[in-house]
């Protein structure tokens, strides 16, 4: 690649903060969804370690307050059924039915749906000098 090709790449490139090893959860996210937050971050992390930045920790902590949301939602849903109470459970259904477009929608923004990654494009690296024949016979002649 020619320095002009492999500077447009890089202008294209999506960059995150660099190599974050760990998000911190937003004050606003309540206490008992913070395991759930450290871990969908873990993951992203992992999955992605050079697009993840930090301002995408209020996008994780929404998708994990919707997360618990459509779960407390569907446990109510269900609660209502088993009881006979079906006016109730559509009214659940509906509840949980905004939470579950709001979590899914995070995920999305997110990458963490298939379908997400699959639109994702992730910069490809320059190949090495070892492995371009073109780049090793330059290399011998600065060598010698």
Same mark, same amino acid.
């Given at each position: 690649?020619?320095?002009?090709?492999?500077?447009?790449?890089?202008?294209?490139?999506?960059?995150?903060?660099?190599?974050?090893?760990?998000?911190?959860?937003?004050?606003?996210?309540?206490?008992?969804?913070?395991?759930?937050?450290?871990?969908?971050?873990?993951?992203?992390?992992?999955?992605?370690?050079?697009?993840?930045?930090?301002?995408?920790?209020?996008?994780?902590?929404?998708?994990?307050?919707?997360?618990?949301?459509?779960?407390? $939602?569907?446990?109510?849903?269900?609660?209502?059924?088993?009881?006979?109470?079906?006016?109730?459970?559509?009214?659940?259904?509906?509840?949980?039915?905004?939470?579950?477009?709001?979590?899914? $929608?995070? $995920?999305?923004?997110?990458?963490?749906?298939?379908?997400?990654?699959?639109?994702?494009?992730?910069?490809?690296?320059?190949?090495?000098?070892?492995?371009?024949?073109?780049?090793?016979?330059?290399?011998?002649?600065?060598?010698?």
């Amino acid at each position: 690649m020619t320095k002009a090709e492999i500077a447009k790449r890089q202008a294209g490139e999506i960059k995150g903060d660099g190599d974050i090893k760990q998000l911190r959860a937003p004050e606003w996210l309540p206490e008992s969804q913070r395991d759930e937050f450290n871990r969908v971050s873990r993951a992203l992390i992992k999955l992605m370690p050079s697009m993840v930045s930090r301002i995408d920790g209020d996008t994780i902590a929404t998708y994990c307050v919707a997360r618990e949301g459509w779960m407390k $939602a569907t446990e109510w849903a269900k609660d209502a059924l088993e009881h006979g109470f079906s006016e109730s459970a559509k009214d659940w259904g509906l509840v949980q039915d905004r939470y579950f477009k709001q979590a899914r $929608a995070c $995920a999305n923004d997110l990458g963490l749906t298939i379908s997400a990654r699959c639109r994702m494009v992730v910069p490809e690296k320059p190949p090495a000098a070892e492995d371009n024949p073109f780049m090793q016979m330059i290399q011998r002649r600065r060598e010698a």
